[in-house]
């Protein structure tokens, strides 16, 4: 069976910091891209950050650059997002997918066959 378990979330004030776990099992990690994914209430969703296991590229929006951070621990099949400087804006549901494909590209989400469910990131100014 196919899981992708999103953790981590919480409430900070602005400025603050978390760190987002997707544990993932029942595929092969290593050959996937996994990408983290963020959806606000009336807002369409939106792709923050992908990394790939096959060739290591990592890829971030812009206004993730230089405040988050992807990694990926394959021992533990596990992919984390430290999120720093967080803003009101990033306010949000953040979840998790992975493509089959093991590239992180724009339209990486058209290549995700796997999704986790929701962690609830929320930002008080």
């Known amino acids: 069976e196919v899981q992708l378990q999103a953790s981590g979330g919480g409430l900070v004030q602005a400025g603050g910091s978390l760190r987002l776990s997707c544990a993932a099992s029942?595929?092969?990690?290593?050959?996937?891209?996994i990408g983290w994914f963020r959806q606000a209430p009336g807002q369409e969703r939106e792709e923050v950050s992908c990394i790939s296991n096959y060739d290591s590229t990592k890829t971030y929006r812009h206004s993730a650059k230089g405040r988050f951070t992807i990694s990926s621990d394959t021992s533990k099949n596990t992919v984390y997002l430290q999120m720093d400087s967080l803003e009101p804006e990033d306010t949000a549901v953040y979840f998790c997918g992975a493509g089959w494909s093991g590239a992180c590209y724009e339209d990486f989400d058209l290549d995700v066959n796997y999704w986790g469910q929701g962690t609830l990131v929320t930002v008080s100014s």
């Open positions: 029942g595929f092969a990690f290593g050959t996937y891209a």
